[in-house]
């Protein structure tokens, strides 16, 4: 009897268990968040859509029918209806100035999306009666005079009239720059400035105008931005929080910052490191680092080489998708060729190739994932060049590595690009810039950059924006142009053939732009095992007439699993920002990207 007992115990207990086990387990499967009633846009293949996504552990657990995900709904799930709304994967601008944006965007008028000229000058006029004294007003890039009614850019007449007693510096593009009297007065500017690589315009006086004239590249107004200035410490982290939170109004979620002018390392990722240790980083982020002084590169890489090893993919920011750090977009100063369409081609100077081989030599040694900037198909000719023959002496072996723009690439070239293993990182420079090529080079059938030529040919391929200082950083104007080939004025610069379709666009700018971090098996898709990020439309991006898509946003963004941004009726469901500052900032104002 006593063993009967005993064996009935132990059964007992051994059932116990194994409920408590099996409990464990479903406990363990149950999704923590649930989205159903979508219209969900899985991009594993064209046309493929589901109801119902269920999100655990900051992946996606399981899609399928509304029935099929909610078995998956326990005690603690969230359940989010989007009322039949569009859900596509996250956003990924695989080539942006995400970090020094943050460190700035609470100080800029956004002029980006504004529909006329006449509320642009009002802006700058409103903005300046709250600047302080000593402040700056500025607008940095991401406009053009075709996205104006007007279609024609400010004269200095109406920026002095306009704010008569304040500093002002207007950047267009990377070609002209725009100071009011306050700000020549400001910076000292006199008949006497000059820039080997700029013109500061004097008037029939002798006196400055206000204009400034890149000739051959940028330099000009980059140094005249950076006498401008900068917010405090604090300032720029709030500026950061808010950026990032614009980009997850747009829908984006992930960006690879190419570096830039400007932007330093490692002192001006301070901020945004701090923040990723503090789990406030909205934007997986990942970096490339782009050297300051020209003459210096080698020695730059050297020492990150040496010294730069931060942890993969931690807290979100991380460098490039890598286990090491990447190099990029200047690899030299010497190769890099602006696109100001304004003035005829630059020339790379003689000792480009030296320069450049000693470079890609060091980082393909160390296994340095590289990207270079290069628009024009005659630079890319003579990087070529030089990238063979490291990879004759020193193979590449499948390293990653990027041209970016490529406006004017030839089919020959993109076949030796794809021979050396590497992807071509695309953006919407010519929404912005087309009627001014085609003023400067006569009309064009061939499709700049030539991507539907890439795709052909079976290259890797990212789609982005060249956010901030020349493109706006917003992404959908770029979706925009790849499915219609029209410039911000309206302008068609491509054959019909040549438009992507809306599939192809969406997976340039989720898995395309994932391959430039090495992350296209993480993100990109919205299918069980990849990352939970993602965006809910106010419209259907697949059928909306084309016009409407240049407009579009978010209502609800996820990254990871978590609300980072809600409107309407999602708009509880994000969380809080500290208010924007300083006081007087004109994000507090107008906001970012402005709505139409």
Do not use: C
């Given at each position: 009897m006593k063993h009967l007992t005993q064996l009935l115990t132990t059964s007992m207990l051994a059932a116990g268990l194994l409920s408590a086990s099996a409990a464990q387990a479903q406990a363990q499967a149950q999704a923590t968040l649930i989205l159903k009633n979508g219209k969900i846009a899985t991009m594993a293949r064209d046309g493929e859509f589901v109801q119902a996504l269920a999100i655990r552990d900051g992946r996606i657990a399981a899609t399928g029918s509304n029935a099929e995900v909610l078995k998956l709904q326990g005690a603690q799930t969230q359940v989010i209806d989007v009322g039949g709304r569009t859900v596509i994967p996250g956003l990924n601008d695989s080539h942006t100035h995400v970090i020094r944006e943050g460190l700035n965007y609470n100080m800029e008028v956004r002029w980006d999306g504004v529909r006329t000229l006449k509320r642009a000058m009002e802006m700058l006029r409103e903005q300046a009666a709250r600047t302080p004294e000593g402040e700056w007003v500025k607008v940095v890039g991401g406009w053009n005079e075709y996205q104006f009614e007007e279609?024609?850019?400010?004269?200095?007449?109406?920026?002095?009239?306009?704010?008569?007693d304040k500093p002002v510096f207007i950047l267009y593009l990377y070609g002209l720059g725009f100071l009011n009297k306050k700000g020549i007065e400001t910076l000292g500017y006199t008949k006497d400035?000059?820039?080997?690589?700029?013109?500061?315009?004097?008037?029939?006086?002798?006196?400055?105008?206000?204009?400034?004239?890149?000739?051959?590249?940028?330099?000009?107004?980059?140094t005249t931005l950076a006498k401008t200035n900068k917010l405090a410490r604090a300032d720029q982290v709030n500026s950061t929080l808010h950026y990032y939170r614009?980009?997850?109004?747009?829908?984006?979620?992930?960006?690879?910052?190419?570096?830039g002018g400007g932007q330093a390392y490692p002192d001006d990722y301070g901020v945004t490191v701090e923040l990723a240790k503090e789990g406030k980083v909205s934007v997986r982020t990942s970096y490339y680092l782009f050297v300051q002084k020209p003459g210096k590169e080698l020695e730059d890489y050297q020492r990150w080489i040496a010294t730069a090893k931060?942890?993969?993919?931690?807290?979100?920011?991380?460098?490039?998708?890598?286990?090491?750090?990447?190099?990029?977009?200047?690899?030299v100063w010497s190769a890099a060729d602006f696109e100001n369409f304004l003035e005829p081609r630059p020339e790379l100077p003689a000792h480009m190739e030296d320069e450049l081989e000693r470079v890609v030599s060091l980082l393909v040694k160390n296994r340095w994932p590289f990207r270079i900037h290069a628009t024009y198909g005659e630079s890319i000719e003579r990087d070529l060049a030089v990238i063979e023959k490291v990879n004759k002496a020193t193979p590449l072996n499948g390293l990653r590595w990027i041209v970016d723009h490529a406006e004017t690439v030839t089919d020959e070239q993109l076949r030796r690009i794809k021979k050396l293993g590497g992807g071509i990182a695309v953006q919407n420079r010519?929404?912005?810039q087309g009627e001014a090529y085609w003023k400067q080079y006569g009309a064009q059938t061939r499709q700049m950059p030539p991507i539907r030529k890439m795709l052909e040919l079976g290259l890797p391929v990212g789609l982005g924006t060249d956010g901030t200082r020349v493109s706006s950083y917003g992404p959908w104007p770029s979706l925009y142009w790849a499915v219609t080939g029209k410039t911000a004025g309206g302008l068609a610069t491509w054959r019909p053939q040549d438009v992507l379709s809306r599939h192809e666009a969406l997976k340039l700018m989720t898995t395309g732009s994932a391959w430039m971090s090495g992350e296209e098996k993480l993100k990109g898709k919205l299918v069980k095992g990849q990352y939970a990020d993602l965006a809910v439309l106010p419209a259907d991006y697949f059928t909306i007439d084309a016009e409407k898509i240049k407009d579009l946003e978010s209502v609800l963004t996820i990254v990871g699993g978590k609300v980072v941004h809600g409107s309407g009726e999602f708009e509880q469901l994000a969380p809080a920002l500290p208010a924007v500052s300083p006081s007087w900032s004109p994000v507090k104002y107008f906001g970012g990207y402005q709505n139409r």
């Open positions: 279609k024609r850019l400010p004269t200095l007449a109406e920026i002095n009239a306009a704010v008569p400035t000059k820039y080997n690589e700029g013109v500061v315009e004097l008037g029939p006086d002798g006196k400055p105008t206000g204009l400034l004239v890149a000739k051959p590249n940028a330099m000009v107004l980059y614009e980009l997850n109004r747009l829908g984006i979620t992930s960006a690879i910052d190419a570096g931060p942890d993969r993919n931690e807290h979100m920011f991380y460098a490039n998708g890598f286990t090491t750090e990447g190099a990029g977009e200047n690899l010519m929404y912005f």
